[in-house]
């Protein structure tokens, strides 16, 4: 073989094993979770529950009943239903994304966060989410499953513009209860 062919058909080989590197996905995209898109005010349906996500608001102060915070706090209202099964079905992952940082729902005030839901029946409620101020200028992800453990599973995944939304003084949680299907 000619020597211009054999550095031709490595050059060729290495190109392949280039592509071949690049297409192959990470080990964790095996695992990854399914996301269902929605926007805010929008219903998505996920394999386990079904959930709504309204009316997000800024505040440097939350409240929830006799308990209250200051601080930078985002709340927003959430209608989640359970899908097929009853047991275990608790709303146990709400994750806010901003800038690759996850905020996870406070447990401080009272709110949907971990409270049990039903199939067919709407829980409605608050989840609050404690921030810096320095990423309220910014559009977070805001993201809902049923277990803390989201390999292999679906969770709803809502976009929520920071920077769109007024700044209260005051921002209270929506008291969690059932609501009429």
């Given amino acids: 073989m000619r020597q211009w062919a054999v550095w031709a058909t490595g050059a060729t080989l290495l190109a392949l094993a280039w ?13 990854e979770p399914f996301i269902v898109p929605a926007a805010v005010g929008e219903s998505a349906v996920a394999r386990t529950f079904e959930a709504a996500v309204t009316d997000p608001r800024l505040g440097t102060r939350a409240t929830a009943g006799s308990w209250s915070a200051e601080g930078t ?3 927003v ?19 806010l ?18 409270q049990p839901l039903a199939v067919g029946i709407p829980r409605s409620g608050s989840l609050a989410f404690e921030l810096p ?29 920071l920077g769109a939304l007024t700044r209260e003084p005051d921002v209270e949680l929506t008291r969690t209860g059932w609501t009429n299907p």
């Fill in 19 to 31: 592509g071949v590197v690049q297409i192959t996905p990470d080990e964790d995209a095996a695992t």
């Fill in 73 to 75: 706090w985002l709340v």
């Fill in 77 to 95: 209202d959430v209608t989640v239903t359970a899908r097929g099964d009853e047991k275990g079905a608790l709303l146990l992952h709400a994750e």
């Fill in 97 to 114: 994304m901003v800038d690759g940082v996850v905020y996870r729902a406070s447990e401080r005030p009272s709110s949907i966060y971990r």
């Fill in 133 to 161: 101020a320095a990423v309220t200028g910014r559009t977070g992800s805001l993201t809902l499953g049923l277990s803390d453990e989201t390999r292999l599973d679906s969770l709803v995944e809502v976009p929520i513009d």
